[in-house]
């Protein structure tokens, strides 16, 4: 019940909820889950002020999230710009992932191909 409550607000096309919902991800404390947050994110990628709002916030936040991992910040990410479709979009998130670190993600190296000899 209270994490469908919790996405319920994904769901608005008010900007003032949309802030609030967007303010309780990195609320102090954390009273939800990274899933429920990414379930929160997906939602409001259902109208346009969703997606954008959460595009917005996830630059802003991007250096506090500190306390998630690699993977549950590329769902975050793939989340916010999921919803993103104009070019002058497009060319925003390329200069946003070209100007930001992005942890260890970016440091990792594939491995090398199998050998079977």
Request: proline letters at 7%; hydrophobic letters at 40%.
């Amino acid at each position: 019940m209270r994490t469908d409550a919790f996405v319920s607000l994904g769901y608005t096309d008010d900007p003032a909820l949309i802030q609030q919902a967007l303010s309780l991800m990195t609320q102090e404390g954390e009273p939800f889950s990274p899933l429920e947050k990414w379930f929160l994110l997906n939602a409001l990628q259902t109208q346009r002020a969703g997606a954008e709002a959460s595009w917005a916030w996830l630059k802003s936040k991007w250096g506090q999230f500190g306390k998630v991992g690699v993977v549950t910040v590329g769902r975050y990410t793939a989340s916010c710009t999921g919803s993103l479709s104009t070019a002058a979009q497009l060319h925003d998130v390329q200069e946003f992932a070209s100007s930001v670190e992005v942890g260890h993600a970016g440091r990792c190296v594939p491995p090398p191909p199998f050998d079977p000899g």
